[in-house]
């Protein structure tokens, strides 16, 4: 069955350190995959897809096929990184994006 | 900013209730979205619509109903046949595209409390 798993509920790190969101995914053939962000009292949007090879904002994210994961980086930590991350994959075999339960990242200063 | 409006913000439903949950987009989108989410849950699939006059049922769509009668409109409609419908209910648009593989752009969002 199609699952992706965010295993972290919370990350908690200060300013400057490196971030690791974990992601994994169970799907046949080759999804594509994304971010979404909520920052605090805003609406949830595209962070970044990993089709685009970019990096948004200091993050970038690999897919690696062998391990199924789509971990989101950043090398420093920012207070303005603090917020809501959804890993979600798409799969054109169900048509549809499935996003996974979140993971809160709090950047302390 | 404009983009995907829901209204209400906040929406209350008495027992045996039907109540309809309004979304409209600007963007000029094919496809729209509707996602329910619960505490510690990511947002799970409802119904979505890629065209005019057609949608499909997503992961959770029993209690539920919509229609797209409008390009730029997709009501929700919350049945009193939905047993548990107290969530926060977010609505989302992408452009032409095979299924959801383009970027959505997601509403404020709704909160359904039962009284």
């Known amino acids: 069955a199609q699952r992706v798993t965010q295993p972290e509920k919370l990350l908690s790190v200060f300013k400057g350190a490196p971030v690791e969101l974990k992601c994994n995914y169970s799907?046949?053939?080759?999804?594509?995959l994304f971010w979404y962000v909520q920052y605090s009292r805003q609406r949830l949007q595209l962070l970044l897809r990993h089709i685009s090879r970019e990096s948004i904002k200091g993050f970038t994210a690999d897919l690696n096929k062998g391990e199924t994961s789509f971990h989101l980086k950043k090398p420093f930590a920012q207070e303005e990184d603090s917020a809501m991350y959804y890993c979600?994959?798409?799969?054109?075999?169900?048509?549809?994006?499935?996003f996974g339960a979140g993971t809160r990242l709090a950047v302390h200063p | 900013d404009g983009g995907i409006t829901q209204s209400p913000k906040y929406l209350f439903r008495k027992e045996g209730q039907n109540v309809t949950l309004s979304c409209e987009q600007n963007l000029n989108h094919d496809a729209m979205y509707w996602y329910r989410q619960d505490p510690g849950q990511g947002l799970r699939l409802i119904y979505y619509?890629?065209?005019?006059?057609?949608?499909q049922k997503g992961d959770i769509a029993e209690g539920y109903s919509v229609s797209r009668e409008k390009k730029e409109s997709f009501p929700l409609t919350v049945t009193s046949a939905q047993k548990n419908p107290t969530a926060f209910y977010l609505c989302?648009?992408?452009?032409?595209?095979?299924?959801?593989?383009?970027?959505?752009?997601f509403g404020d969002g709704t909160r359904l409390s039962i009284l």
């Open positions: 799907y046949s053939g080759s999804p594509e």
């Open positions: 619509s890629q065209i005019v006059n057609d949608f």
């Open positions: 989302a648009s992408s452009g032409a595209g095979q299924g959801g593989n383009q970027p959505q752009h």
């Open positions: 979600a994959p798409f799969s054109g075999g169900y048509n549809k994006l499935i």
